[in-house]
């Protein structure tokens, strides 16, 4: 090779470094989906309904896939502390968020996030989604919504509600409730649902908000009753019990939901990948009977009607906050 040659060689070379240097690695890693482990952070402590429906998911998406994928718990800060970590992660579909709807209500909660909710994540899929409940003491005078409403009407600020906490999600479903019935009832936040449910079955306090799962046993025992549930639709479990939409206040609806993101992926082909396979394993009947034992339903919402979703929540939720005067942190 002569030297002229060997000069137009070096040349080709360095040209194709610095091409390869122009390309993005998250997109040149999204290229390689699946990566050898996926990470499912989970801001919450181990034992929750998020915490399990995350190990769900990892063992099916791992067995899909053919890689390891494990959860990997974050709490802390009302889920920012894990729900940071993942806005910050690669997106080659690598690290992933599972989390509950506390996702779009921080937004609105909090003075100022570490991320943008709506920027730095990309949403794959609802994984499962529950209704609340609207639940009373055994021996509360009304007997259904319509009674309750007409009560707290005609003594304002006299009937209160508890919730696990302020502005999280069953607070808020309070919230809007007064707002849609047009009824004053004052908050009384406990320091989880735990306590909130003890007073209520103890009659201290008269009603309460809360998912399905949490309040059927107390109510398949008789010592609390279901006015309403908060879905547009009735719940499998309890056929009997109204809608809040049916039972007056029309278009009420405030579920609690569970959805997959992973750091934002501009639909890169991991993106593009990840919602395709858990579209996939949200639809088999063994998903559905897994997460029938945590009383929540698989989630039908994918992709980019996902990321719609998302964003009329934040909307949402925003409102709600607002009017209800909630403190911001």
Do not use: C
Not at 4 to 9: G, I, L, N
Not at 162 to 186: P, R, T, Y
Not at 274 to 294: G, H, N, R, W, Y
């Amino acid at each position: 090779m002569n030297r002229m040659s060997r000069v137009r060689t070096l040349w080709f070379a360095i040209g194709l470094v610095l091409l390869s240097l122009t390309i993005p690695l998250g997109l040149a890693s999204a290229q390689q989906f699946p990566p050898s482990q996926i990470k499912i952070v989970v801001p919450f402590p181990a034992g929750g309904t998020t915490d399990i429906l995350a190990r769900f998911i990892a063992q099916y998406l791992g067995d899909r896939l053919g890689v390891s994928t494990i959860v990997e718990n974050r709490a802390g800060a009302s889920g920012t502390i894990g729900s940071e970590m993942v806005a910050k992660a690669p997106a080659d579909g690598s690290v992933l968020l599972i989390a509950a709807t506390h996702h779009v209500i921080n937004p609105s909660l909090f003075r100022q996030l570490p991320y943008d909710t709506q920027v730095a994540f990309s949403p794959v899929a609802v994984v499962a989604s529950a209704p609340n409940a609207l639940v009373v003491t055994k021996d509360f005078p009304a007997k259904n919504v319509a009674e309750l409403i007409a009560l707290a009407k005609k003594e304002p600020g006299k009937l209160s509600f508890g919730s696990s906490g302020i502005g999280g999600a069953n607070h808020l479903s309070g919230e809007l409730f007064k707002q849609m019935a047009g009824v004053d009832i004052v908050h009384i936040p406990y320091k989880g649902a735990a306590p909130a449910m003890n007073d209520l079955l103890g009659g201290h306090i008269p009603i309460m908000f809360d998912t399905l799962p949490t309040v059927l046993p107390a109510a398949s025992a008789g010592n609390i009753r279901v006015l309403a549930v908060t879905s547009m639709t009735r719940a499998a479990s309890l056929p009997d019990v109204p809608t809040l939409d049916e039972a007056g206040v029309k278009d009420f609806e405030a579920t609690a939901w569970f959805g997959m993101y992973m750091p934002a992926a501009n639909g890169n082909p991991a993106y593009a990948r990840l919602v395709e396979v858990m579209s996939e394993i949200l639809a088999s009947p063994a998903i559905a009977e897994k997460f029938a034992t945590q009383g929540v339903t698989p989630g039908k919402l994918s992709g980019a009607e996902f990321t719609r979703f998302v964003d009329a929540e934040i909307r949402k939720w925003s409102a709600v906050v607002k009017q209800a005067n909630v403190p911001l942190e």
